[in-house]
């Protein structure tokens, strides 16, 4: 597989210690191309030079916060069937229901298990895979 | 359960570097955004934007914290996110007891964070918690702040609102510009208000809302970011979708380097150094075997190597320097912190911060500067009532100023308080004279004797001082970095405490000279001028020998007698001048070979610790030779000429 043929991972995080630790976690899937983003309006940046098979999105982040970048992904058609795992920090339980109304398709919190989100990015890429 | 949860140690530990890294940028964040939260005290006006710049860096802290298994830390940053939670959704106003919570709470935070660093035992937690906790139970509801960026309100006239518009693409983004550099941009001429995603006719554009006073030709500087802009209505309001505030927006172009890797490459440019000095050598050596052509062309060659590696040490000493900022603004946060405990008003003020220093020095000064400052204010500011009867302002001034002279960098640490009591520490060291025949203070024994070990002029030590390191482990760590400390002091005025520290460590620009087949290396910046001296126009004054220059007495020191050298019989002599006015002294030696670049090597075995011996050197032969410590010689002569003298 070419790195053109590589899966694109967005990894959209504040912090760049959080984003290490994800793309390590990852790191055993393979055949992947990770890429981060430090902020929201970075993510849709990314988002628009090159479309990513997954993402993973915190929500408090500065510029802007994770679930106007979800919205704003869902609302548009070419972003509809990426898988969005939203990685955040735990909080209150109505933030949950916020992240999966806005499109969410999982939502873990912080602190984290490298061995459960990596069985769980496997997961969302293997069914988009089959969907595709 | 959790343990189910808890990453192995071994996934953790390839992260911790990362994260006190990212954990000390935050506290520095926290600790800036607390200062100027200050001022919103018992205020009816939030500073939303600062309240939120400090949630976040809880929150990541708080997630980090998790991640690394630091469980203190993590349940830390929870209640202080919870207690800012509280006030950026305008339930309550920051009250005093809350802001106190908050400083407090960072502290702990803070040395959480380090006890974990150094494997050393975690400070408690719980008080801290409970007190956050009651903050937020105590909170006053029958308030309804008004909430507002108060930075937005004293908005000037002159200021105009713009609307531009971005659009991201490939090429741009290969060019360097995009969404973060667009917005660092902006935010250089003027206040973003808004950044806002917007779709265009299938395209999707950033559009950036800016107040800026910025003129014409200002935004035309702008152009290379291909933006598009109008100028809006002030009628329009415009509803920021995310607050912003001053800190967060450093998109930087930065990287980070391990200091080990700068100390490599610096350890490289000086082996380079060496390396040139042996070739020019070899090239000396080969002048009569080539033709006046190739002899040109090689010395052409071997400037060209001389003035690219000096430029290469320049570069990569400047990468190692950082703005001493980086030290005075956590200083900005001690002295709130001991100004409380003492329950003294302290203003600080600050100037020089944009001095550079060596990061090197960055943590090492770190702890001598935070004792003086302790002292200064535990010690040296009076209590509100005193300062009011001996008719000074009720508040203290702690003064940090940083310049460069020369080659150095100079720090001091003042206050207008009342000063050393002299008396007290020479009741405490009888055997010391601390005042001169006139009775003036001599300051280097005074300092000499409050740096001595265990001499404290309290009778106990007070909380602020007495966790600290005493003067003497001050005055060891300025030595330890080859610097030097003074202080000077008024009985009822206040105390200085000048810090000298070199401003190269590594590399530097010698004088070398023979005395008696010897040869030695002297730090250029100590040189004023070199003379050339005739052995007959030197006198002999009560066992001191001097001689005329520019009009003035000049006593010299023989370095061949300083050690036990043979005295040159014949021909002339030079003479290093060392100091200016009437402190000036000749060093004579037989001979000045030459200004080089050399360098220095510490010598750290105690058994070369040789008064006068500043460290060593060589000059590309393979020999070592010795770089002298010229201050430390000259004090040495002038107490055995003054000891002389008084036989």
Redo the contacts between chains.
């Keep these: 597989m070419s790195a053109e043929n590589k899966r694109r991972i967005l990894i959209v995080d504040?912090?760049?210690?959080?984003r290490?630790?994800v793309a390590?976690?990852l790191s055993n899937i393979g055949e992947c191309r990770f890429e981060e983003a430090?902020?929201g309006?970075?993510a849709?940046?990314r988002l628009?030079?090159?479309p990513a098979d997954l993402m993973i999105l915190d929500l408090?982040?500065?510029?802007?916060?994770g679930i106007?970048v979800l919205k704003?992904v869902r609302?548009?058609p070419m972003y509809q069937s990426m898988p969005v795992i939203v990685l955040t920090?735990k909080g209150e339980e109505s933030v949950q229901r916020e992240a999966m109304a806005a499109g969410a398709s999982l939502y873990l919190t912080?602190?984290?298990?490298?061995i459960?989100l990596e069985a769980k990015v496997r997961g969302l890429l293997a069914e988009a895979g089959d969907k595709a | 359960m959790a343990d189910?949860?808890?990453?192995p140690d071994d996934?953790v530990n390839?992260?911790l570097d990362?994260?006190f890294a990212?954990c000390e940028e935050h506290l520095a964040v926290v600790r800036a955004g607390l200062l100027n939260l200050e001022r919103f005290v018992d205020s009816s006006i939030a500073d939303t934007a600062q309240l939120d710049?400090l949630?976040?860096s809880f929150?990541?802290i708080?997630?980090?914290s998790?991640?690394v298994?630091l469980s203190p830390a993590e349940q830390l940053a929870h209640e202080m996110e919870g207690y800012l939670r509280v006030l950026r959704q305008g339930e309550a106003l920051l009250s005093k007891e809350g802001f106190d919570s908050l400083i407090e709470g960072t502290k702990v935070l803070e040395e959480v964070i380090n006890a974990h660093k150094t494997h050393a035992p975690a400070p408690a937690i719980e008080r801290t918690i409970e007190i956050l906790r009651e903050v937020v139970a105590g909170k006053d509801t029958s308030v309804t702040p008004a909430k507002g960026q108060p930075e937005q309100t004293q908005k000037t006239e002159d200021k105009k609102q713009w609307r531009f518009l971005f659009a991201?693409?490939?090429a741009r983004?290969e060019a360097g510009i995009?969404?973060?550099t667009v917005?660092a941009r902006l935010q250089s001429i003027g206040d973003i208000l808004s950044?806002t995603?917007l779709?265009h006719d299938g395209d999707?554009l950033?559009e950036l809302i800016v107040s800026t006073s910025a003129s014409e030709s200002e935004l035309d500087a702008l152009k290379d970011l291909e933006l598009t802009s109008e100028p809006i209505e002030p009628e329009e309001k415009v509803e920021p979708?995310?607050p912003?505030s001053g800190t967060?927006q450093t998109i930087s172009t930065s990287v980070r380097v391990d200091l080990v890797r700068l100390d490599q490459l610096m350890l490289l440019v000086g082996e380079l150094v060496v390396t040139r000095a042996r070739l020019e050598k070899n090239l000396k050596s080969i002048r009569t075997s080539v033709t006046p052509v190739q002899w040109r062309q090689l010395q052409e060659v071997h400037v060209a190597f001389g003035k690219q590696l000096r430029d290469l040490r320049n570069d990569v000493m400047r990468v190692r320097m950082v703005p001493i900022a980086e030290v005075f603004d956590r200083m900005r946060f001690v002295v709130r912190d001991i100004s409380r405990e003492t329950r003294k008003q302290v203003i600080l003020e600050l100037s020089g911060q944009e001095t550079e220093i060596d990061k090197f020095l960055v943590e090492r000064l770190m702890d001598p500067l935070l004792h003086l400052v302790r002292n200064s204010i535990s010690h040296g500011i009076e209590s509100e009532e005193q300062r009011i009867a001996a008719g000074k302002p009720a508040e203290g001034h702690i003064y940090l100023r940083a310049t460069t002279a020369g080659e150095l960098v100079v720090i001091e640490v003042g206050d207008d308080g009342r000063g050393i009591d002299v008396k007290s520490v020479a009741a405490q060291a009888p055997e010391v004279a601390l005042w001169d025949d006139e009775g003036r203070i001599d300051f280097d024994r005074l300092l000499e004797t409050i740096s001595a070990p265990g001499l404290s002029t309290r009778d106990h030590a007070d909380r602020a001082s007495g966790r600290g390191v005493g003067m003497d482990v001050v005055a060891r760590a300025i030595s330890d970095l080859d610097g030097s400390l003074s202080v000077f002091t008024e009985a009822g005025k206040g105390t200085t405490f000048r810090i000298e520290l070199p401003l190269t460590l590594a590399i530097t620009d010698a004088l070398i000279a023979t005395a008696d087949a010897q040869t030695f290396a002297i730090h250029r910046s100590a040189v004023q001028e070199v003379i050339e001296i005739e052995p007959g126009s030197i006198k002999v004054l009560e066992n001191n020998e001097i001689i005329l220059h520019r009009d003035e007495v000049l006593p010299l020191v023989r370095l061949s007698r300083v050690f036990n050298l043979k005295d040159k019989k014949e021909g002339s002599l030079h003479a290093f001048v060392i100091g200016t006015g009437n402190r000036a002294t000749g060093l004579v030696v037989d001979k000045v070979l030459g200004l080089r670049e050399v360098v220095v090597r510490s010598l750290s075995d105690p058994l070369t610790d040789v008064p006068g011996v500043g460290g060593a050197t060589e000059l590309g032969d393979g020999r070592p030779i010795l770089i002298l410590d010229v201050m430390e010689i000259l004090n040495a002569s002038r107490h055995v000429y003054a000891s002389q003298q008084s036989h």
């Design positions: 504040d912090s760049r210690t959080m290490r630790m390590t976690s430090a902020n309006l970075e849709i940046e628009v030079l090159g408090n982040m500065p510029e802007l916060h106007e704003f609302a548009r920090t912080k602190p984290f298990s490298a459960e | 189910l949860n808890q990453p996934f390839q992260f990362d994260y990212e710049e949630f976040r929150h990541t708080k997630g980090i998790g991640m298994g991201p693409s490939q983004s995009n969404v973060n917005r950044t995603p779709v999707v950033f979708i995310t912003t967060s």
